[in-house]
């Protein structure tokens, strides 16, 4: 099993960046792909990106290509989600998530963390 913690939300400027971190427990963290999603108000969860157990495969939502990267230190059982030049429709619940299996893990990954807040003012 593993369990998530996500860090690192707040309140952003449009245009500006912002870190958040998610801490996984357990010590098969190294066999987990990893994801990011997020959930606007009255809105469905969607898939923000998501990162191969080895690290070396990437995916993105097309809203977010080219501003935001996922990463991860398996290291310090740590993934990251760097978002630049962030945009008012940016402002969601930012969740991490984990799943054995790197395509299912962008769909509907088996663990979830709690989520974060993240709003970003024009």
């Known amino acids: 099993q593993v369990q998530l913690v996500e860090s690192g939300g707040g309140s952003v400027q449009a245009g500006g960046s912002m870190r958040l971190s998610c801490a996984a427990s357990g010590r098969t963290f190294s066999r987990y792909c990893m994801a990011w999603f997020r959930q606007a108000p009255g809105k469905e969860r969607e898939f923000v990106g998501a990162?191969?157990?080895?690290?070396?495969?990437?995916n993105y939502a097309d809203s977010v290509k080219g501003r935001f990267t996922v990463s991860r230190d398996s290291a310090k059982n740590m993934v990251y989600l760097q978002m630049n030049s962030v945009k008012p429709e940016d402002t969601a619940v930012y969740y991490c998530?984990?799943?054995?299996?790197?395509?299912?893990?962008?769909?509907?990954?088996?663990?979830w963390g709690q989520g974060t807040q993240v709003t970003v003012s024009s």
């Open positions: 990162i191969s157990w080895s690290g070396a495969v990437t």
């Open positions: 998530a984990a799943d054995e299996d790197n395509t299912v893990v962008r769909t509907h990954p088996a663990y």
